[in-house]
Structure formats: structure tokens, C-alpha cells
């Protein structure tokens, strides 16, 4: 996937990237990555076509985009209580982010975007992980970060995919005693 070189710092391209972003989530809300189009896009950003690819070469470019900022906002907020010792919390917080947002998230990982996703999720991981002082443990860093977003991101589609939803709780649960803890025991 191809990311964008250097973000816009122009008010208007901030804005028109803003709308283009919103635009898309909106979108995915409602039907499949693979049946949005680029001009559907651009209609619902309420910007034109053209203006579309001045702020990214693709659709992808711009799911990608998009994901990066939701994955940064989800370990934003689920990582520091990982690292303050209260793994479930921190699970519980995961799931319920993806509730709140399950048809974007259920676009991600069932949509084709997987793989782009996964990949961003490893590297947003490592990233943090870098900036958060924690106990090594058993398992060197890099494979305890590329094993717990696989398979997190594994339980996130199956349990997307379930009807009816298993409990945010339920689920917490599973990933902390299936992932979580685990990899961080020393």
C-alpha cells in the first residue's frame, strides 16, 4: 500500500484530507471496502475528483490512512493500562473500541484489508512498545509484539464474524488468557 510522504500543514489540504478520511469511514459503515468507489468517495467528502488523488494515489492509500489513525487511536488507549499491569482492562478496552466502531473494523479485517492492517497494527506496536519501559520477560520483544497483534487481530475477525456478539467481557477474557498473558510472563 502506498502511504502519502509527508502529511498536508496547509489548513485547506487538512481539511480536504479530513473529509476524504470521514468520507470513507462513512462509507465502509455502510457496505464493503471492495464496492466503494473513488468518486463515491469524493462525493461524499464533498470535494472533487481530482482533489482526491492530490491527497492520495489510491483507495488503498487512503484505507490505509485511515486504519493507521484508528489503530493509533485503539493502542493509544489499550496499551498504557497493558504496560500498568491490568491486562483484562486493557483487553476489555480493546474490544469495546472495536464495538463501537464494529462496521469499520469488520471492513478492515474481512474486507481485504488484513493483511495492510495487521501490518500497521506490528509497526504502530513496536513503535510504542520502543517508548514504554516494561520487563522483557521470556520472549524477545519483537516476536512477543508480531505473535500478540496476529493473533489479536485473528480474535477480532472471528469474534466479528460471530452471531450473535459474544460479550465484550467474554472476550477480554480470551484475549488475556489466550495472548496477553502469556507473552508477558516473565
Known amino acids: ?35 466503494v468507489t473513488i468518486r463515491e468517495v469524493a462525493r461524499e467528502a464533498e470535494v472533487g475528483y481530482a482533489t482526491f488523488f492530490r491527497h492520495y494515489p489510491s483507495k488503498d492509500a487512503l484505507l490505509h490512512d485511515l486504519a493507521a489513525g484508528q489503530i493509533a487511536d485503539l493502542l493509544q488507549r489499550a496499551l498504557p493500562i497493558l504496560f500498568a ?5 486493557s483487553c476489555l ?28 497494527f506490528t509497526d504502530q506496536a513496536r513503535q510504542l512498545a520502543q517508548q514504554t519501559p516494561h520487563d522483557a520477560g521470556w520472549l524477545p520483544d519483537e516476536l512477543r509484539i508480531v ?16 452471531e450473535p456478539d459474544y460479550p465484550l467481557d467474554r472476550m477480554a477474557e480470551i484475549l488475556d488468557r489466550l495472548v496477553v498473558t502469556p507473552s508477558m510472563q516473565p
Open 85 to 89: 499491569d491490568d491486562a483484562r482492562q
Open 93 to 120: 478496552t480493546l474490544f469495546a473500541y472495536v464495538a463501537e466502531r464494529r462496521a469499520l473494523w469488520s471492513a478492515f479485517l474481512t474486507g481485504g484489508a488484513a493483511t495492510m492492517l495487521k501490518q500497521e
Open 1 to 35: 500500500m502506498a502511504k502519502m510522504d509527508t502529511p498536508p500543514t496547509d489548513a485547506r489540504q487538512l481539511r480536504s484530507r479530513r473529509q476524504l478520511l470521514d468520507a470513507m469511514l462513512h462509507l465502509l459503515e455502510t457496505r464493503p471496502y471492495d464496492q
Open 147 to 162: 505473535f500478540a497483534v496476529s493473533a489479536t487481530v485473528e480474535i477480532l475477525a472471528w469474534w466479528l464474524q460471530q
